[in-house]
T-cell receptor, first 113, second 113 residues
Framework: KQEVTQIPAALSVPEGENLVLNCSFT??????LQWFRQDPGKGLTSLLL?????REQTSGRLNASLDKSSGRSTLYIAASQPGDSATYLC????????????FGEGTQLTVNP | GAGVSQSPSNKVTEKGKDVELRCDPI?????LYWYRQRLGQGLEFLIY????????KSGLPSDRFSAERTGESVSTLTIQRTQQEDSAVYLC???????????FGSGTQLSVL
């Protein structure tokens, strides 16, 4: 059974700081890994998707890396802004199937002005 | 529409009543997922549809829960004889088979009194 852990559970940083969110998973035979953000009272927004053959993906100030062999992914946020405040979740499917994505519990990020 | 649409956005019902939640996926997305998120908790997988294949129902918590989807169109999640512990946000997501990137709806907030 795939288990996903995110550390830290919560993080508070001053505006402008660079930060790293961590995601680990127990079954390395994954098809891809996705990072999402969730704002209070809203659904999830996909940020980055890394295919199993890739090592990283970048979108603006966000960079996600994937190390399948160690079962880890990191989400790097550069020059954080108050608008980045949200809960960040990572999710992985089992093996080569797209079914039953397993989500981590999330990291609640607060960026203080 | 441009995104995943869920209705109703909010539903308040009395214990013991049946409720039906609707999800309209993005056109062309063959995969459709239902998740549940209780207050302050992570996402709990409920059911997954992929095209005309048999759905993965392994996450449905009891036989009071059922879901249907005809082809690659609208899906309905039905909860019979609702209980207070069913109170949660029910999230629907869809994706294309080739990318696996999930797009979420805004969810249905279900409150069982």
């Amino acid at each position: 059974k795939q288990e996903v852990t995110q550390i830290p559970a919560a993080l508070s940083v001053p505006e402008g700081e660079n930060l790293v969110l961590n995601c680990s998973f127990t079954d390395s035979a994954i098809y891809n890994l996705q990072w999402f953000r969730q704002d209070p009272g809203k659904g999830l927004t996909s940020l980055l998707l890394i295919q199993s053959s890739q090592r990283e993906q970048t979108s603006g100030r966000l960079n996600a890396s994937l190390d399948k062999s160690s079962g880890r992914s990191t989400l790097y946020i550069a020059a954080s802004q108050p608008g980045d405040s949200a809960t960040y979740l990572c999710a992985v499917p089992p093996g080569t199937s797209g079914s039953r994505l397993t989500f981590g519990e999330g990291t609640q990020l607060t960026v203080n002005p | 529409g441009a995104g995943v649409s869920q209705s109703p956005s909010n539903k308040v019902t009395e214990k013991g009543k049946d409720v039906e939640l609707r999800c309209d996926p993005i056109s062309g997305h063959t995969a459709l997922y239902w998740y549940r998120q209780r207050l302050g908790q992570g996402l709990e997988f409920l059911i997954y549809f992929q095209g005309n294949s048999a759905p993965d129902k392994s996450g449905l918590p009891s036989d009071r829960f059922s879901a249907e989807r005809t082809g690659e169109s609208v899906s309905t999640l039905t909860i019979q004889r609702t209980q207070q512990e069913d109170s949660a946000v029910y999230l629907c997501a869809s994706s294309r088979r080739d990318t696996g990137k999930l797009f979420f709806g805004s969810g249905t907030q279900l409150s069982v009194l």
